[in-house]
T-cell receptor, first 114, second 112 residues
């Protein structure tokens, strides 16, 4: 019974490059959420997606960041033209429905921007 | 503005020494309050959801309680394996499902 799978676990990029983080939700889950944890800060909500729909992107930076959850395949968080301030742990969570309750988190993808 | 404040920032306990962690919150309308545990280099692991003042939930050595302004996580007779960062999060009625506002966490170290 696989949990939320994120890859890569660690990613190193130079300033100006693109970073793509992938998330496969738990089996049977159709709701995906991305959170960011900056060094010495708490987890911050970024975006909530259902298959082929962005439900809430109120936590996404206005530029360079985008997310998708296609009909087939994993959810992707894409960061274009990365800067040092993007260095953080990015966590994906999933839930079977959009109701209140437990979010199942993945192990995270740790992005380091040189 | 909605806010979640956890205290203390860090807590060092001897094995068997019970203690409580505090989570104070300010939110326009509370849909739910969540406690998670996070080990270094790992993702948060769900512990409890509380929905209304007066509610309590227990799991092994942990007990979570909720009032209108704060929540407590009581750790009874902790063991070294209880060492972790404990995160509190709230979901507001004005926010979408799954949008949680997390506190900064309390780092707990339990020594043998």
């Amino acid at each position: 019974n696989a949990g939320v799978m994120q890859n890569p676990r660690h990613l190193v990029r130079r300033r100006g490059q693109e970073a793509r983080l992938r998330c496969s939700p738990m089996k049977g889950h159709s709701h995906v959420y991305w959170y960011r944890q900056l060094p010495e800060e708490g987890l911050k909500f970024m975006v909530y997606l259902q298959k082929e729909n962005i439900i809430d992107e109120s936590g996404m930076p206005k530029e360079r960041f985008s997310a998708e959850f296609p009909k087939e395949g994993p959810s992707i968080l894409r960061i274009q033209q990365v800067v040092r301030g993007d260095s953080a742990a990015y966590f994906c969570a999933s839930s079977p429905s959009g109701g209140v309750g437990e979010l199942f988190f993945g192990e995270g993808s740790r992005l380091t921007v040189l | 503005e909605d806010q979640v404040t956890q205290s203390p920032e860090a807590l060092r306990l001897q094995e068997g020494e019970s203690s409580s962690l505090n989570c104070s919150y300010t939110v326009s309308g509370l849909r739910g309050l969540f406690w998670y545990r996070q080990d270094p280099g790992k993702g948060p692991e769900f512990l409890f959801t509380l929905y209304s003042a007066g509610e309590e939930k227990e799991k092994e050595r942990l007990k979570a309680t909720l009032t209108k302004k704060e929540s407590f996580l009581h750790i009874t007779a902790p063991k070294p394996e209880d060492s972790a960062t404990y995160l509190c999060a709230v979901q507001a009625t004005t926010d979408s499902w799954g949008k949680l506002q997390f506190g900064a966490g309390t780092q707990v170290v339990v020594t043998p």
